[in-house]
């Protein structure tokens, strides 16, 4: 017998709550953003928002239905089941750093404060939870399958991310590293790293990058099997070049980059918490994920 469906409920801890956890009352809360010219209320009435936005999800999960909350910070310790539909409450880089912990389970994006973020992946409010919930339980429509980013290590382990992967020093130290874009193209460089994007990523990081470069390349659409790669601030010198800055990868193409630092990193969406460490004379290839995010 298979078991029923079961509805992971992510958030995120709110501001007030951060608050009250290092202050301990309201009152000391309160004393402390008046002192730095802050008002407590709008953190207040924000928290208040999403109480009432979880407590709307949650009534409107069928009974037959299991349900959890899960934290932000304890996405890395939670085993998602198939059978789970996970339901993302708060803003666009909650589902970004939910995604790269799931497989092929359904996520609907639940817009706490409209009008304050892009609204790209959650996009829906809470009085639509019950109809969302069944389209993605039985997957019968409107499901988008967005396209993801992964980097693959020489020593098998892997790093996948739904808006980009970073490459560079955990530091402010250069990145340096040797990097091939093609078969037939590599070039040894000295740089503040390298960012692959994906077209989800195009609404933030990586379209700053782009923007800024002035760069011909067309940006994806969030489900287009294509990336973008931009390297930042190259430095020329003797023995580094800055002839090859940007492109894109398509289908299988990937990107390598050989390490020739004592330590560099490789982390996805922001979370530098939970990043590769790579040492000197290892190897990372960058390409298109093989799973995408499944978003209602």
Not at 6 to 23: D, F, G, K, M, Q
Not at 91 to 110: C, F, H, M, R, W
Not at 162 to 179: C, D, K, M, T, V
């Amino acid at each position: 017998m298979s078991l029923a469906p079961r509805a992971v409920i992510v958030h995120r801890t709110s501001e007030y709550e951060e608050l009250l956890a290092r202050h301990g009352t309201h009152g000391q809360a309160e004393f402390f953003l008046s002192s730095r010219g802050r008002g407590i209320d709008d953190v207040v009435e924000r928290h208040r928002r999403k109480q009432r936005s979880l407590s709307e999800v949650e009534a409107a999960i069928p009974l037959n239905w299991r349900q959890t909350r899960l934290e932000r910070a304890d996405l890395d310790r939670f085993l998602f089941g198939p059978e789970d539909v996970v339901v993302v409450v708060g803003a666009d880089g909650l589902v970004a750093n939910t995604a790269k912990y799931l497989s092929e389970q359904p996520v609907v994006g639940i817009d706490t404060e409209p009008g304050r973020g892009i609204g790209t992946l959650v996009r829906h409010r809470p009085r639509d939870t019950a109809r969302l919930l069944s389209a993605a339980a039985t997957g019968s429509r409107g499901i988008d399958e967005l396209t993801m980013v992964e980097a693959v290590v020489d020593n098998g382990e892997r790093l996948c991310a739904l808006n980009e992967i970073y490459f560079g020093s955990p530091g402010h130290q250069s990145a340096r590293y040797h990097l091939t874009p093609s078969a037939t193209t590599s070039e040894t460089q000295a740089s503040s790293g390298v960012l692959v994007g994906t077209g989800t990523g195009s609404t933030g990081w990586l379209r700053s990058l782009w923007q800024e470069r002035s760069s011909a390349l067309a940006l994806p659409a969030p489900a287009d099997p294509r990336l973008l790669w931009f390297v930042r601030e190259a430095w020329p010198s003797p023995t580094t070049g800055t002839q090859w800055v940007e492109g894109a990868l398509v289908g299988g193409e990937e990107l390598r980059l050989t390490v020739e630092s004592d330590r560099l990193v490789a982390f996805g969406d922001g979370i530098e918490s939970d990043a590769l460490e790579l040492t000197w004379g290892q190897t990372v290839r960058v390409g298109i994920a093989p799973r995408r995010l499944r978003l209602v």
